[in-house]
Structure formats: C-alpha cells, structure tokens
C-alpha cells in the first residue's frame, strides 16, 4: 500500500515536472526594454477631410551614452534626445499602424505624458480619437491635452534650452501657476457629466512662432497662449491669457505664486501682490421668480511684492483700501471672462452646470438639454476679497520714508 | 482525505474574500451604469442580502441530519428528487465558478498579457486551486490567513494614495435619479452578497459553529465596508465616467502618481486580483468537489479533485465566446439566476423542510 502510493507519487512529480519543461519557453508577453520605442508625446493633426496625421516624439536611448561618451560635446548641435515620426491614416489606430511600420521598435505608449491636438483637428472634433486613447490598454489616463494653433507636429520636438525635450517642458509648465493641467481623466470626465460635452485644455502658440531654425525653442515666446473651448467635443473657440486668468479664477484653478498687478491711477502706480493661497466657491441660487443666479466668492490671501502707490500698507485705512483695490482688479478679470464666455462664446466653458445640478437637480433636469442658453441667462453675483496680511521686507514705501524725513 | 477542521474565525476571513475578490474590481462600473450618482449606497443597501444570508444558512445548517445540507435534502424531497435537487445546485455552483474564472482571465488578459492565450492563464490557476483543494480547507483557510490581510491592504494602499486627488463633492445631488435606479444597483450588488450561500458545504467542517453567527454578521459588515470605500474612492475620482471602465479601480490605480517617480503601481491591482481569485475560485472548487463527493457518498473524495479540475476547465470555454456574451449574461440575467440559485432556492428548502417537520412533529404527537 505504501509502495504503491509512493510510485504514485513519483509519477505525478514526473508528470509535473514534464508539464513544466513546457513553460521553459517563457513567456507569451515578454518585452525586452531594447524591443520598445517609447512614446514622450503625440500630436494629432488633421490632413485632409478624413486623413488624421499621429505623430510621436519617440526618445533616444543611445542618445544619452553617447553623449556621456563625447563629454557633452554633443549638446551643442543641437540634437536633441529625440526624434519625431509621424504617419497618416483614416483614423488614429491606423495612423499608429502606418506609423509601427516605420520603426524597428514596438511603440510604447505606457510612458506618454502629453497629447497635442492641431487646431484642425480639435475643430473637427477629437471624440474619435479619444475613444483610441481611452480604450487602447497603454494609455495613461495622466496624460495631459493640448490643442495647438497649427500643426501639432509643430509642437512636438522643440528644443528647449532647459529640458532634455519639449514635452517634459510642456508638462513641468502646467504644473506652475502660469497654466493648468487638464489629462484624459479629466476630460473624459467633463465628457460625461456635462450635457454638452464641454471642457477647456489649454491652448499653445503656433510651433512656428516657438521655434526658429533647426527647431530650437525660440527664448522669448511663452509656450501658452490661453485656454481652448470645447462643445460637443469640438473646438468652439478660446479664450487669451487675459481671459484665461479669470477663467482660473472662476474655476478654482488660481495657484499660489501668481501675481496681482494692479496699475493705480493716476500717475499709473504699481500695487503687485504675491498670492499665497486662494479658494473660489459658487454658490449657485434660483430665485422663486426663476431666476439664475450664481455667486463667486473668491477668498485669497498674498503677500505685498511691488507698491509704488502712496497709499500706506500700515494705515488701517489705506490698508483697506488697498485691500479694494486688488480685489476690484480680480473681480473685473472675471467680469471680463463671463462676459466673453455668456455674450460671445456661448458656452458653459466654468461649470457652472454641475454647481446647479448638485443644488437644483429638479430645475437642472428641466434645462439640461439646452444649458448653454439657459446659461447665458445667469446672473453673476460678487464676493472677492484677496488679503493682504503681509508687506514683505519693507514697511513703508520708499516715497513714504523720504516723506518722513522731511 | 486530510479534510482538516477550520475555526469560525479561519472561515469568516475565507468569506470575506471570496465575496470582495471581484466585487471591488468589477463592482464600481455596473453599480455606477445602473445608479449613476447614487451608487456608493448599494453596497449599504446590498447588504441586506448578506445578513439575510447567513441567517439563512445558519437555519439550514442546524436543520441539516450532520449538517450536510445535501442530506437535508433528500430527508426532505426523497432520495430521487433530493439528489437531483443537489446535483443541479451543484450545476449551478459549477456554472457561477466558471463565469468567475473566465471573468478573472478575460482581466489579466485585457490588461496585461495581451498575447498569453487565455487557456494558459486559467488553466495555470486551476492547477494551483486543484493543490489547495487536495489539501483540503485547513490548508486553504491557513493560505488566507496569510495572504487575506495582504490583499486587504494592498486595496486600502491603492484607496489611500489616491486621496488627495478625490472629490467628494462627486456624489451629490443625493437621490437624483430617483429610488428606482439605486435598487437596480442594490440587487446587483445583493448578487455578490448571496454567494455566502457557499459556507453551507463549509460549516460542517468548523469547530465552533456556535461563534460563527458573530463572524458571520461582522463578515458581512466587513465587506460593506471595504466596498464602500473602494465605490466612494473610484466614484469620487472619475465621476460619472466609472461606468466607462470595465475594471474602474484599475484605471484608478493607473492614475496614482507621487513626485514623478512613485508611478505604474497598476500591478499591485493586478496582484491583489490574481490573490483574490485564487481563494474565490479555491472556495468554490472545494465547495463542488464536496457537494459531489457527498450527493454520490464518494469515500475517497481526493480523487475527484483532478476530473473536477478538467470539468471546470472546459465549462469556462464553453460557456461563452467573448468578452461581450460574458458582460450581456452579468448585467441582464446574470444577478437573478445567482440570487435565485443562492437565495431562493435555499430558502423554499427551508420553508418546505420546516414544514415537513412540523407536521411530522404534529403526527408524531397525534400517535402518542
């Protein structure tokens, strides 16, 4: 009993042992590191009416032995870490595929970090493409979307003078106070919840006015030139810097860091506020009457950086009116905003729909198919307040010390 | 057979992941298709089925000649009816396994080994589970005391890191949609709770049956808890937009990202399912061997573990072609059989056997 029961033993071990030789083949799925090209960014453009042209700035990886090998001397030419290749096809999964079939390298999209759409193509509408992106198992739903004015191959393999490529800029840039990241999560997100299919990326220069020759970025020209505006998932219009800043005010997208400038009539005085935080609350209301309303109430606090007015930070009086004075400044770059975005573009670019749909959800239910009319409707009710709670180093204005000593 | 003895403790925490094992994955996309704003509330609601449940099965399993429930049913419909009564629950058993292991291959396939052909992947894990099986539960419930707490906070970690990127404001307005939408949620979820059903086969095997209500109860609050907070964290970061995702807590994960380095932890997701799976799809392969071994008096029931190995197997392939056949079958009449099969049935058992007894109780008086 027991022999028999250790010889069965054995034949399973055996058997086992045989089923395992087959694994030895390794595994289906196996990717070597020096089989992927990898994917830093992508630009959609469209070509003709129904040609969508993918490009992808695909790094390097010898780039950076060989230049630790010629000790930097590589640098200098120029030549960045690198390449772009792009393809054209009926739509963006056969783009990449006319595209795969210019490369040694599987396309590698785990590591993609930027989207850039071309202004024809956020014109046309990037729905199609969005459903490429989201479905396709790679992707990162992190990634952060652009629409550029032009081609979005433009864009793509810029050298920059202080990032090893133009998409770590990009990406480095949104993050700082001067724009906003908005990544697939995002606007997938907007997609969904909005009735319209609403949202905003931001919106860059023409790739020709950032770079001169040989592509090398062009120091004097800021990468971002505002927010563009979708509806219905295509580009409806956009707003500039200006308009942008009280766009971030509105959306609770202002960052520390920014700077308040205030020119002070009458002899064109300086007030410059540093802020160091800042909250925006809607508070959506529907009067009985059926009236929209909805009110902004900005709280923000920074710190003193430039003050060449005569008005005295440490007069409890002055202090207030100073205090006045940048708020004014604030409320009037929203002012501006709303009215381009309720008179000119007409859509819900704020999400003020989704303030009103979590306070109203009945009377939302009854103008959700049409918001952006109702939304052109709505009223806009103030309350901005930026403290000022520190003057920096100086107490006094310079003009204010000579006056004293008089 | 080494079947071995378990503690009431030991079985609360096998529970506890074979309920959440896909729940959490699969979970937070159907509930948020069919109640939109309101979904984190079905897994609250769900889990009445939980409670219902086990209250349940702890009146069978007192009913139960030994508390073999396969037993109560041949006392109960006659050896004919009775045991084909089992064999179709274990039909059933067998069919909800193989939904189960398909749907645990079509993930890993979908989202990491796109090339792997799908058999390899299911059949390398049925490999391991007939292992466990042939070890019998003790072997299993020690195998979970290990891994069960790992798994647990794996999930949490995955929840916690995305923290800071949730809005909570996500779920209101409250009640948008109306009553009817959440109980449509709710009775899905509830489909997940009832498979606790399985624990009939497993109670005759623990020691302190007499504690086992306590756990059971604090199981079933247990799971609520951790799908809450797995529906509130994906919910509170993708909104509406989870209903888009097959796998929402995977996306999710995806979109975890610390100082630029500390990224791509969407394998520890993928961990936590293969982990999960393997105890769900271990409960349920013992749970049959056993059922089958009882309804034909096997006395040997090891054997059974490699010919019930092959059965599910093939039962994987054959029950659907792709993806979609599998996905129409959950969200249509998928919930409805499982409750039907895991509640309903168990229950008009113990309506009938308590019945019967009465009125053989009854007859019993009248002759004395």
Partial sequence: ?406 | MVQGRISAFQLAILMFQIILSSSVLLMPSISTTLSGKDMWMTPILGSVTGYLTIWLVLKLHHLSPNGSFIKLLVGTFGKWIGLSMSVAFIIFQIHILAITTRDYGEFIVTNFYLKTPIQVIIGAMLLLCAWVVKGGIEVMARTGQIFIPIITFCTLIICILLFPELNPSEILPMFERGVQPIMKGTIVVGGWFCQVTLILFILPLVKDVKVFRKWGYLTVTAITVMMLIANLTVFMLMGESTAFFNYPLFTASRYIAYAEFFEHVEAVVMMVWVLGEFFKISFYYFVIQKGIAETFTVTKPAILVVPVGLLLFTSTFWLARDFRMIGEFISNAGTLYIITGNVIFPFLVYCIARIKRKIGSGQAQNKA
Avoid at chain 1, 203 to 215: A, R
């Fill in chain 1, 1 to 406: 009993m027991n022999r028999s029961r250790s010889i069965r033993s054995r034949l399973i071990l055996c058997g086992l042992s045989v089923i395992s030789v087959l694994q030895l083949t390794g595994c289906w799925d196996r990717v070597e590191v020096n089989d992927i090209a990898i994917i830093v960014g992508a630009g959609i453009d469209q070509v003709s009416a129904n040609q969508v042209k993918l490009s992808a700035e695909i790094y390097i990886p010898e780039e950076s032995n060989a230049e630790t090998q010629s000790g930097g001397s590589k640098s200098a030419s120029g030549n960045g870490k690198t390449f772009v290749s792009s393809a054209s096809g009926s739509s963006m999964s056969e783009a990449m595929y006319k595209l795969q079939e210019r490369l040694s390298r599987k396309l590698y999209w785990g590591h993609n970090d930027i989207f850039v759409f071309g202004q024809k193509r956020a014109a046309q509408g990037i729905d199609d493409d969005l459903d490429f992106i989201m479905r396709y198992v790679r992707m990162r739903e992190r990634a952060n979307v652009y629409v550029a004015e032009g081609r979005a191959v433009d864009i793509l393999g810029i050298n920059p003078r202080l990032e090893p490529n133009s998409m770590e800029a990009l990406s480095e840039l949104s993050k700082t106070e001067i724009s906003t990241t908005v990544d697939l999560k995002q606007v997938i997100e907007r997609i969904v919840e909005t009735p319209e299919e609403t949202f905003c990326v931001p919106y860059l220069n023409p790739g020709s006015l950032l770079t001169g020759e040989s592509h090398i970025r062009k120091p004097n020209v800021s990468y971002f030139q505002g927010m563009s505006i979708f509806n219905k998932t295509k580009m409806v219009g956009w707003m500039n810097n200006d308009l942008t800043w009280g766009y971030f005010w509105i959306t609770n997208r202002i960052k520390a860091n920014t700077i308040i400038a205030v020119g002070h009539h009458p002899h064109n005085e300086t007030v410059a506020v540093q802020l160091t935080n800042s909250k925006t609350k809607l508070v959506p209301h529907i009067t009985p009457g059926g009236k929209w309303i909805m009110k902004i109430i900005v709280r923000s606090q920074g710190n003193m950086m430039q003050n060449t007015t005569e008005i005295d930070f440490m007069n409890p009086k002055e202090h207030a009116e100073l205090v006045e004075l940048v708020s004014e400044e604030v409320q009037i770059s929203i002012k501006n905003t709303m009215r381009e975005l309720q008179k000119k573009i007409k859509v819900d670019a704020v999400d003020f729909g989704n303030s009103f749909r979590k306070k109203y959800p009945k009377q939302w239910n009854n103008v959700k198919t049409n918001w952006n009319e109702t939304f052109q409707q709505v009223q806009l009710e103030f309350d901005v307040q930026v403290s000022i709670p520190r003057p920096g180093v100086l107490n006094q204005t310079i003009r204010q010390m000579k006056g004293g000593n008089h």
